[in-house]
């Protein structure tokens, strides 16, 4: 009795040192946001009122804590762009693009989820010691070691402050990984579901916005504050007259990158065998929100990785799964594709045969500049985040400064071959599990594993020709994705996924 009293004693005197820490620690960053207040400036003023509302919420739901700040994770994928960024001193405006898309120290609301979440686990392992500790998958030692690889690839970088920078900005969506990978539960996919839904009529409605008025082009560029940067679009040869929906991405590409990832959930359920009428209804809409945002792009890459990224989870279905009764399905919407076709045929045509060819040799000759990196540094790579300083030195073509447009070759140039190897493997690995649920499941979790594997072949196909993958939307998309390929099979191995039920969800049931 003394010493089940004693333990007793530790756990609250154990919980109250962290309450009173997490007390500090929430008092310290709302002193930071009330000392920028008081020049009443607009954005300072919505942090402080945003700060009093969470910490009232997060006491006053204190028992369900956990949950809500994952699921504010969730939501919070299409607003991660909304980031306040610590710029260099010794490079010039222009210039910050590049940087922010390699990586760069900032400050935004993920962050601020990202320490909730894990305030929240530590409590919940060390504390209350309601879950184990988590032990480490093949996943998490490739991610580790992708850290790691960033790391020792600073050494010696020409600009430590931007390997650095671009080394923390990776730990942080690897983080996230690793607390989604093992917290998400059968309990949290609605919520999952509805973030992507909420992501996309965000992501359609403000592209609209864009597209059709040319008005918050720049708009996570800008961040509220008001300033010339709310209308800023850069000139893309060959369709300078229109305005390109950017949503609430830095770029059109961009925009296009993280539809292109999103909507592959919501057509998985809208094909879905025995589903009611009204939620086929709102699933196939949702898809076309998804659609319409992507097409408002004008990003080649975009519409050509969403639509072979649709067309091989398409033959999965029909060949592993053999639910043929989807190609009705898939032929209405075909038609209806059809129907508008007249009136954007020319349009299309012109974006693809009439793009100035300078388009392409450029893209050739940021391989061959990159090429010629990795071969002077092979191992370890430039440096993460050094692109920049590796074109001061090595460009022999004369390029404009932009990041090499295919994803792998980036990576290789900055961080080596031990970098490239690391992400592919993490990318194999995380499809490999995803084929594997798909392969023998027909379930809830069988459909998401399909929904995660197609987006990510759709970011795989995007980032053949686009540098748009460490965008912070993007990047937040694609470590969730990642995370699914660990999460959905554990869900699978312990409990069974119930989604809210539907018509015909006994005879979905028999199928698996």
């Known amino acids: 009795m003394q010493a089940a009293a004693a333990a007793s004693g530790v756990a609250t005197a154990g919980r109250a040192v962290l309450v009173a820490m997490l007390a500090i620690l929430l008092g310290a960053v709302f002193a930071m946001a009330l000392s920028e207040a008081w020049d009443l400036d607009t954005r300072w003023l919505v942090v402080v009122v945003v700060g009093i509302v969470g910490l009232s919420v997060a006491m006053a739901m204190a028992r369900i804590y956990s949950d809500l700040v994952l699921v504010g994770a969730l939501f919070a994928i299409p607003l991660a762009s909304f980031t306040k960024w610590f710029w260099p001193t010794n490079y010039a405006v222009e210039e910050r693009g590049n940087l922010v898309y390699a990586g760069l120290l900032g400050v935004g609301l993920l962050d601020f989820i990202i320490v909730g979440l894990y305030v929240s686990w530590f409590h919940r392992v060390f504390s209350l010691r309601e879950r184990p500790s988590p032990g480490l998958l093949n996943t998490d030692w490739l991610v580790l070691a992708y850290v790691a690889a960033h790391l020792l690839s600073s050494i010696g970088a020409a600009d430590p402050e931007l390997a650095l920078g671009s080394t923390q900005y990776l730990l942080k969506f690897a983080l996230l990984y690793l607390y989604v990978s093992r917290n998400l539960a059968a309990r949290h996919i609605p919520w999952l579901l509805a973030a992507l839904a909420f992501g996309i009529v965000l992501e359609a409605t403000i592209g609209s916005v864009q597209f059709g008025t040319g008005k918050l082009l720049g708009l996570a560029l800008d961040k509220g504050a008001g300033g010339s940067d709310a209308e800023y679009q850069y ?24 539809v292109a990832m999103m909507l592959p959930f919501m057509l998985v359920q809208a094909i879905r065998p025995g589903l ?30 969403t639509a072979l990224a649709l067309a091989f989870g398409t033959v999965l279905v029909v060949a ?65 985040g050094n692109w920049v300083q590796a074109l001061q030195r090595h460009d022999f073509l004369w390029l404009e400064v932009l990041p090499p447009h295919n994803v792998l070759i980036w990576i290789t140039a900055e961080t080596g071959l031990v970098g ?79 989604l809210p039920a539907w018509p015909g969800a006994a005879k979905l049931e028999a199928l698996r």
């Open 320 to 384: 592993v799964w053999r639910e043929r009764q989807v190609i009705p399905m898939i032929a209405g919407g075909l038609l209806g594709a059809m129907a508008v076709l007249p009136f954007v045929a020319g349009f299309i045509y012109d974006r693809f045969a009439k793009s100035p060819y300078e388009v392409l040799t450029t893209r050739f000759d940021q391989y061959e500049v990159a090429g010629q990196i990795i071969s002077l540094y092979p191992l370890l790579g430039f440096g993460p």
């Open 235 to 258: 000139s893309v040869p060959g369709i300078e007259t229109y305005k390109r929906a950017t949503g609430t991405a830095y770029d059109s590409h961009s925009l296009g990158h993280l």
């Open 276 to 305: 009611g009428q009204l939620p086929r209804l709102l699933f196939a809409s949702l898809s076309a929100l998804a659609v319409l945002a992507i097409a408002l792009t004008l990003s080649r890459a975009a519409w050509v990785a």
């Open 420 to 498: 490239a190897a690391l992400y592919i493997g993490i990318v194999a690995t995380a499809m490999t599990r995803l084929f594997r649920l798909v392969r023998h499941r027909r379930d809830p979790v069988g459909r998401l594993a399909l929904a995660t594997l197609v987006a990510l072949v759709a970011s795989i196909l995007v980032g053949l020709t686009d540098p748009t993958y460490r965008e912070p939307n993007c990047f937040t998309m694609f470590w969730v994705l990642v995370a699914l390929s660990v999460a959905l099979p554990r869900i699978a191995a312990t409990a069974p996924l119930n």
